[in-house]
């Protein structure tokens, strides 16, 4: 991947967000190109992205057709690309789906606003649907930040060095070990003696233990889950 697209009403929502960071890093790196849409460039001839809701009913919907144009505009720019549209209603997001859209495809994202996207739009255009989680969001703009976050720090380069995310937690399947740094004693709570050894095997052992120890107390179903 080398390309993400987010086409929003509040495209300045996601503008200010990559200015910052890993994320800012690599696209001035050119490692990653990230560009806004604004859907009203793509507004109908009275100027509107949305209208009533068919069969009635509180708060607007976005149109098919603007978010058609401006899904297409973006397609007509890229070989191969994954269009994914966010709602709570999509596939839950996981590490592996991350990792997997980061190797292979550039991104269109839609994010939408109000009481959604007219579902023709959805069907015609979408390739899937994503959900961050089973919260309800006002717009699909923090979600969109979410993925782009993730999905960018799997590109080659993004992060300052290589293996940072490597030891990462999901990457291995385990949450991390803990992290302690200056000063040794913070409110009478000193850091594990083992940390200060500089015995390197001894450390290694002891974070493995740490992260099994923590995955296991906190979400043992990652357990189960690189069981089965
Ligand atoms: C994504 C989007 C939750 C999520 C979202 C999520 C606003 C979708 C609008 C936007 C629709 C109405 N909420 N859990 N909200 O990933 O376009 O829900």
Known sequence: MRH???????????????NYGVLKKG????????????????????GYVDDKPYGGGAGMVLQAQPLIDATRYVKSKLK???????????????????????????????????????????DLEVDEEWSIGDYIL????????????????????????????KEESFTNGYLEYPHYTRPEKVEGKNVPKVLLSGNHEEIRVWRE??????????????????LS
């Not at 993400?4 to 996601?14: A, G, K, Q, T």
């Not at 999905?151 to 380069?157: F, L, S, T």
């Open 80 to 122: 191969n690309y994954k269009c994914i549209y966010l709602s709570p209603k999509g596939k839950k997001v996981n590490q592996e789906m991350i990792v997997k859209t980061a190797n292979n495809d550039n991104l269109i994202i839609i994010a939408g606003r109000y009481e959604g996207v007219d579902q023709r739009f959805i």
């Open 27 to 46: 696209q001035d790196k050119s490692l990653i190109n990230i560009e806004t849409i604004n859907l009203r460039d793509f507004s109908d001839k009275n």
């Open 138 to 165: 006002s717009g699909g703009e923090v979600a969109a930040c979410v993925i782009i976050d993730a999905v960018a720090r799997m590109i080659p380069g993004v992060l300052g060095h290589e293996d940072s995310n």
């Open 209 to 226: 233990k740490q992260a099994m120890l923590v995955t296991n107390n906190k979400r043992s179903d990652l357990i189960k889950k690189k």
């Open 4 to 18: 993400i697209y987010v086409i929003s009403v509040f495209p300045e929502l996601i503008r200010d967000f990559i």
